[in-house]
Nanobody, 125 residues
Framework: EDDFVESGGGSVQAGGSLRLSCIFS????????MGWWRQAPGQEREGVGC???????YYGESVKNRFTIGKDNTQNTLYLSMHDLNSEDSAMYYC???????????????????WGEGSQVTVSS
């Protein structure tokens, strides 16, 4: 049964770094893409990035050059390395998976098939 195990969230001071991990286990479909989304209180959801088995990786504009996505296709595991964090990065971060490549999923619109419960990231100034 589809199940996400997300870890690595927490609190950090501005300018610091965190690494999130997401393991998608028991997949009932062949996973072709996994991605990250985030949502802060009172804010709209925002696409952080997506990586797929065809070798494509995409990032949202606000995290480019600061965040890096890593993916282990054999283990359906996704990582998010976050650097130079600021208060605007504070949010609940959600991991997601789909049976289609990132472009087909329209990852920036959050059209993933399955979603995790989320990991909280808090950046203090």
């Amino acid at each position: 049964e589809d199940d996400f195990v997300e870890s690595g969230g927490g609190s950090v001071q501005a300018g610091g770094s965190l690494r999130l991990s997401c393991i998608f286990s028991g997949a009932t479909f062949k996973v072709q893409s996994m991605g990250w989304w985030r949502q802060a209180p009172g804010q709209e959801r925002e696409g952080v990035g997506c990586a797929d088995t065809v070798g494509s990786t995409y990032y949202g504009e606000s995290v480019k050059n600061r965040f890096t996505i890593g993916k282990d296709n054999t283990q359906n595991t996704l990582y998010l390395s976050m650097h130079d964090l600021n208060s605007e990065d504070s949010a609940m971060y959600y991991c997601a998976a789909d049976h289609r490549p990132c472009v087909t999923v329209r990852w920036a619109r959050g059209r993933f098939y399955r979603w995790g419960e989320g990991s909280q990231v808090t950046v203090s100034s």
